[in-house]
């Protein structure tokens, strides 16, 4: 059985997807995408929330979502417009309400004044819906109101009729006090004979309301006895209906004295009575867009038809607005074309504890290297006794690999989660900056792994704070540009391979070359005389202590800067490219891996010691002729490639290592790629073959060692390090035989 | 008197978190035949076809709401006597109107206690043991 503890978390999880719902929703809207589906879809959201947190009893939350909701069921009802001016308070709204809901969660306290602007905002966008309306309810009208008093008379079981029900034939506007009679009709010997066909009564009676008719056929004699002008039936029912009881007596009129008649009026199945209801204050009058309740017609009036009079100004409300939600429909010509709607349909899933399922990606990586201990075995048998053997070990190989891939989606997450909290990011910064911008996104349901997922928030948030901050120009700027005002960011998630790569696109200004290699000079970060390509200048920006911002704005510009961004990115195994044009705006990649826990890496060899390097880090694998290197300095020395000039860094000098090949010909070249187009040639003695490696971190038990990502066991049970391609570069460039080459300024020349 | 242990109760509700909530306290009443739909559309299906004495459902539900499910119960030839109850949240007087016009037994306030939802039961389907 669940626990309270486990519901409020199931219930928070549910609150992530409404906002997102929610947030999208609006956003459609906003942009004359959406429908009344979406409109309804954004009500049903705001109102789960606060459902739930009712049930779990977070107030702050309840009493927000309320105001929320109460303008949202406006604009679904057509009583409230759905302006840009409205969306863009029902969207701060929706902010809000993540902060509440992100409060909620932590168990913080919420601030009594939280949210209390917004919170006006929408509460004035009620009271205008109110003067438009004409409607005298108080300015209160949307404190919750309970209505614990309504005169709701529950329905017994054993009491219940059945049939086709009224509300079907009477509308939904009639609020009706509605009766219930039974009814008891026994037509005499002479009744026929009069000409009065029970039938018609009967339908005379249906057109009152709900009537149920039950025959009673305990008179009905054998059918030769049967006298046809003899009445033998009798019928009891019972009558829903809003007509008193001297109308129905009216329908019996013709037959009055030629029947036993006996109508009872039955427990009340609802009863809004009317003294209750005028008690009610009507301040407190719980959803201001209703329409007042209809005056309950006096119970024992006559005037059975009243209760259909008194509820035509209900109708009428209700008809006078409906023109308005047609204009809004009409505001929005796109509406419920482009976009499947927002409300998604529910996926059959189950939870399960993120720990039970990093218990099997554990067992799943004991059972690689397992696997691969079995494959270094049977590689060592004698040959020609491993046949069949060799087979079923190809297949087990096969099926852990599906596992492994199969328990990794388990833990994988649609980078949405991310790429929810970019809009309202967006917004603040473009409501801040005085730009107008226009987030895209694509691709949301694009899946990584948590872990991945975890670590992504920062530095997107980095370079779409930039993208807003220093890429989109002012809308004066861009109209002089001969651009459209409004500025256009896109973010867009795909698989690609065995990696997932994000792009994040600006339509914005792009990069300033020139003042970039200006300042790259002022702070040495380059030659005075280095020449570079575009690329290569544009990332720089990536370089620590580089920001060109010219004023430290509030949102950028903090020292923070793309370095951070592009460790971050290195640091979960990824890679970050950047392509700029100048005027045309900017595009940002971030490549990165599908999980941390497996990877493919190629095992390598330096004097005894083994390797491993992450596959996605090497380029090429080749063994270079002696006239294709270049002793330079020292053991250093470059490599011609294809008419490039390449670094070429000794691993068994970097890393220390005795007994390391020296000889230029027994040695192999892995050309990597240190990001930002860097590419080096590790030199190292002998390629062992390509291999899924379970990662284990080192960094609990020995911190952070530089050039050493993590560790791994091989399928012999050694254990082997995996490579940090990245720090050795930088390695590389510190060491002192770096001088002539620096990864941190990327030099690609060109060949003479 | 009907007993608890034997009512089969099917919960509708397109939140998980309230679903779980409201069968824990039908769980606290003592009621442990307990089906689950997450729309009306779905209520209908296992309406269709489980005997059932007694559905609890919410109003603001995606493809079909609750009223929706209740008017589409009680025009159904084997379910129509199934009593039925509504969530409904505080101050959805008009929903309550129409509800009991489409012949609904009782509401139900959200949030409620398992004492709160015995009282509803009991109201409909007598005091239960």
Same mark, same amino acid.
């Given at each position: 059985?669940? &626990? ?152 017994? +079981? ?114 809004? &009575? ?67 709607? $927002? ?65 990794? &989606? ?20 473009? /409501? ?35 993208? +807003? ?90 020292? +923070? ?5 592009? $460790? ?93 090949? /020296? ?37 609990? &038990? ?26 050795? $570069? ?23 | ?129």
């Amino acid at each position: 059985m669940a &626990s309270l503890d486990q519901l409020k978390l199931t219930f928070f999880d549910e609150c992530g997807e409404a906002l997102q719902q929610i947030e999208a929703g609006l956003t459609d809207i906003r942009a004359g995408q959406g429908s009344d589906e979406t409109v309804n879809a954004v009500f049903r959201a705001v109102h789960s929330v606060k459902g739930g947190a009712g049930i779990f009893g977070f107030e702050a939350l309840v009493g927000f979502a309320h105001v929320f909701e109460t303008v949202l069921d406006g604009i679904r009802r057509g009583t409230q417009e759905a302006t840009p001016e409205t969306l863009d308070v029902l969207l701060a709204a929706s902010d809000v309400l993540s902060d509440l809901v992100q409060m909620s969660r932590d168990g913080a306290s919420v601030p009594p004044d939280f949210g209390s602007d917004c919170r006006n905002a929408l509460e004035q966008i009620i009271a205008g819906d109110h003067a438009d309306k004409g409607a005298g309810e108080g300015e209160n009208a949307i404190a919750p109101a309970d209505f614990d008093e309504i005169d709701f008379t529950p329905v017994r +079981v054993d009491q219940m009729d059945s049939g086709p029900n009224l509300a079907d034939q009477s509308g939904p506007d009639a609020i009706a006090s509605l009766k219930s009679f039974a009814i008891t009709f026994r037509p005499k010997a002479e009744m026929l004979k009069k000409g009065n066909e029970p039938l018609y009564i009967f339908r005379e009676l249906r057109k009152l309301g709900d009537f149920d008719l039950i025959a009673e056929m305990d008179g009905l004699p054998p059918l030769g006895e049967i006298e046809p002008s003899r009445p033998y039936l009798a019928w009891s029912g019972t009558l829903r209906c809003a007509a008193s009881r001297a109308e129905i007596e009216q329908v019996f009129e013709f037959v009055a004295g030629d029947c036993d008649l006996e109508i009872v009026e039955a427990v009340p199945v609802i009863a809004l &009575s009317m003294t209750e209801t005028a008690e009610m204050p009507v301040s407190a009058t719980p959803e201001p867009n209703y329409p007042a309740p209809a005056p309950t017609p006096d119970a024992t009036s006559d005037k059975g038809a009243a209760a259909a009079k008194v509820s035509t100004p209900a109708a009428s409300v209700a008809k006078e607005t409906a023109p308005v939600a047609g204009a809004a429909k009409e505001s929005a010509p796109a509406a419920s074309v482009s976009r499947a709607p $927002s409300a998604k349909p529910a996926a059959t899933t189950t939870r399960i504890e993120l720990e039970k399922i990093d218990r099997v990606v554990n067992m799943v990586g004991e059972l690689v290297i397992a696997q691969a201990m079995l494959g270094q075995i049977v590689l060592d048998l004698p040959e020609g006794t491993s046949g069949r053997l060799s087979q079923v070990l190809e297949e087990v190989r096969h099926h852990t690999r599906e596992l492994k891939d199969s328990v990794m &989606s388990m833990r994988a997450q649609p980078v949405g989660a991310v790429f929810q909290r970019m809009p309202r990011l967006v917004r603040e910064l473009a /409501t801040k900056t005085n730009k107008k911008v226009r987030l895209e996104m694509a691709g949301e349901t694009t899946e990584v792994d948590r872990s991945i997922i975890e670590r992504l928030g920062d530095p997107l948030t980095h370079i779409i704070r930039n993208s +807003v901050d220093h890429g989109i120009e002012s809308p004066a700027d861009r109209l002089t540009a001969g651009k459209s005002e409004e500025g256009t960011i896109r973010l867009a998630a795909e698989h690609r391979g065995s990696r997932i790569v994000i792009e994040i696109i600006d339509d914005g200004a792009g990069i300033n070359s020139e003042r970039v290699l200006k300042k790259a000079r002022e702070r040495g970060l380059i030659g005075a005389d280095a020449v570079l390509s575009d690329d290569e200048i544009n990332n720089l920006i990536m370089l620590p202590g580089f920001s060109t911002a010219e004023t430290i704005s509030d949102i950028s510009g903090r020292g +923070v800067g793309m370095d951070v961004v592009r $460790s971050n990115i290195q640091n979960i195994g990824g890679r970050i490219s950047l392509k700029s044009e100048r005027g045309r705006g900017m595009t940002i990649q971030l490549a990165l891996p599908l999980t941390l826990a497996v990877m493919d890496g190629m095992v390598i060899k330096v004097g005894k010691e083994i390797y491993v390097m992450p596959l996605s880090a090497i380029i090429e694998c080749l063994r270079p002729a002696r006239s294709e290197i270049s002793n330079l300095i020292g053991t250093r020395g470059m490599l011609q490639l294809r008419g490039d000039l390449l670094p070429l860094v000794n691993l068994g000098d970097l890393l220390d290592i005795e007994s390391a090949t /020296t000889d230029i010909d027994e040695t192999v070249v892995i050309i990597t790629d240190a990001g930002e187009g860097s590419r080096f040639g590790i030199v190292v003695d002998e390629l062992c073959g390509h291999q899924q490696v379970v990662m284990k971190s080192i960094e609990e &038990s020995y911190g952070s060692v530089p050039g050493i990502a993590a560790a791994t066991i091989l399928g012999n049970g050694r254990v082997a390090f995996i490579l940090d391609v990245e720090k050795l $570069s930088d390695l590389a460039a510190n060491s002192s035989f770096g001088a002539a080459y620096s990864s941190k300024a990327p030099l690609d020349v060109k060949a003479a | 008197m009907p007993n608890a242990i034997a009512l089969k109760v099917l919960i509708v509700d397109d939140q998980n978190s309230v679903r779980q909530m409201t069968r824990l306290n039908l769980e606290e009443i003592g009621i442990r035949h307990i089906h689950e739909a997450e729309n009306g559309r779905k209520a209908m299906e296992t309406a269709s076809v489980q005997p059932l004495d007694l559905i609890i459902s919410d109003y603001y539900m995606p493809e079909m709401d609750g009223l929706a499910l209740l008017r589409a119960v009680r025009g159904h030839p084997v379910a129509r006597k199934v009593p039925f109850i509504l969530l409904t949240g505080r101050g959805d007087r008009e929903l309550v109107v129409k509800a009991a016009q489409a012949g609904v037994n009782n509401y139900l306030i959200k949030p409620f206690s398992a004492a709160i939802l015995r009282g509803k039961i009991e109201q409909v389907m007598g005091k239960l043991s």
